[in-house]
């Protein structure tokens, strides 16, 4: 079976042609070699700077439109066919529950491992019961695809992000035979009653949180996959993003282009922090504490799944934390402690990072 190399988006998008995948209306499944070219062409596609810089084009467009951090949101859907692509992001630790995919689907991971546990499926169809068959691992620049109905969990075992494309059937999920897909209960809850209502400016904090980490990990996507075509790409994630995206960010830019890095870093463009900066709680405001440990000053929120770290710095700090902690407007350089105005824009640049903080520039 022949198809042709796919150098972008589009040239992928051709192999469904070439594989003569049929219009979704017509509910036609491709045959298993044509999924297994699909699977073979992304490995090839996410060689090619032009393909990464594409999706991930598409993917921050996505991000832009909406703050949805939903599951499988897709960042492209193949006309006619609609085929879906979409990426996921994976946090340390991470996983889904068993679940079933009932039509073809295709996955490579692009940043970082993941370890995935596949089940049997006629005990999970037929009996609920969750029976391990097998756990292989998925390497990044490796992919694979589901052709017959399964039930398996990607779980990402490591200390770092890590993060997967999917390139999913548009009947995937839909009832099997008249059956409910099979998906595993979520673990009992943490949370007492009204414990969400009562967190949720934490909460709402925590999403942003997350949302800013995909954008780390877009920029580390297009750093390693993307090369100089990532720069135009790499300058809007460095506007858009807090503190440590945009060191990334500048980075892989300086690694490409070190005097457009160092013209854009001049520019002032995006959210920059300085001495004479005003940082002014969010509405509604989260409630902080500190925490002096042997060492070390940790400035922790109490929530309903426990405590949460979010910045832990030199005890010589505390004071400047109790300060973030408890007021509701400070400036950047009046922090107290025997900190240097470095020290004190990196100490309110970690705890930005949470977005606690509306951010105003110096007048």
């Not at 991930?56 to 960042?75: C, D, I, K, Q, W």
């Not at 993060?163 to 839909?174: A, Y």
């Not at 940790?298 to 505390?318: F, I, K, M, Q």
């Amino acid at each position: 079976m022949t198809t042709r190399d796919p150098e972008n988006l589009a040239a992928f998008c051709g192999l469904f042609g070439d594989l003569q995948f049929k219009p979704s209306r017509e509910r036609e499944r491709p045959v298993r070699e044509s999924v297994r070219a699909v699977s073979a062409g992304l490995e090839r596609a996410l060689l090619s700077e032009s393909f990464v810089v594409d999706c991930a084009t598409r993917e921050l467009e996505r991000m832009e439109r909406s703050n949805v951090l939903g599951h499988m949101n897709p960042f492209f859907v193949a006309p006619e066919l609609d085929i879906r692509f979409s990426f996921l992001y994976w946090a340390p630790g991470e996983g889904s529950r068993p679940h079933e995919h009932t039509d073809w689907t295709v996955t490579a991971v692009c940043q970082n491992e993941l370890q995935v546990e596949v089940f049997d499926w006629r005990s999970a169809v037929e009996e609920a019961k969750v029976v391990r068959t097998r756990v292989h691992p998925a390497s990044d620049g490796r992919a694979g695809y589901i052709y017959d109905p399964c039930v398996h969990n990607p779980r990402n075992l490591t200390n770092r992000w890590s993060m997967s494309i999917h390139i999913v059937s548009p009947h995937d999920g839909k009832p099997l035979d008249g059956r409910t897909p099979f998906a595993a209960p979520p673990p009992p809850s943490r949370l007492a009653e009204g414990a969400v209502a009562a967190n949720e400016a934490f909460t709402r904090c925590y999403d942003d949180w997350r949302r800013e980490c995909r954008l780390r990990v877009l920029v580390g996507l297009l750093d390693t996959r993307g090369g100089l075509q990532a720069t135009p790409l790499l300058e809007r994630l460095f506007e858009r993003g807090r503190a440590t995206t945009r060191r990334m960010a500048m980075a892989a830019l300086a690694r490409r282009d070190s005097g457009r890095a160092q013209r854009l870093l001049q520019s002032g463009k995006g959210r920059r922090i300085t001495a004479a900066s005003r940082l002014t709680s969010a509405t509604p405001r989260v409630v902080c504490e500190v925490r002096e440990q042997a060492g070390s000053a940790e400035l922790v929120v109490n929530w309903p799944y426990g405590s949460a770290r979010l910045v832990r710095t030199d005890p010589c700090a505390t004071e400047a934390l109790r300060v973030l902690a408890t007021e509701p407007s400070v400036v950047v350089g009046d922090l107290p402690g025997p900190l240097s105005d470095a020290e004190r824009v990196a100490l309110a640049e970690a705890v930005d990072e949470w977005f606690l903080f509306d951010l105003e520039a110096a007048a």
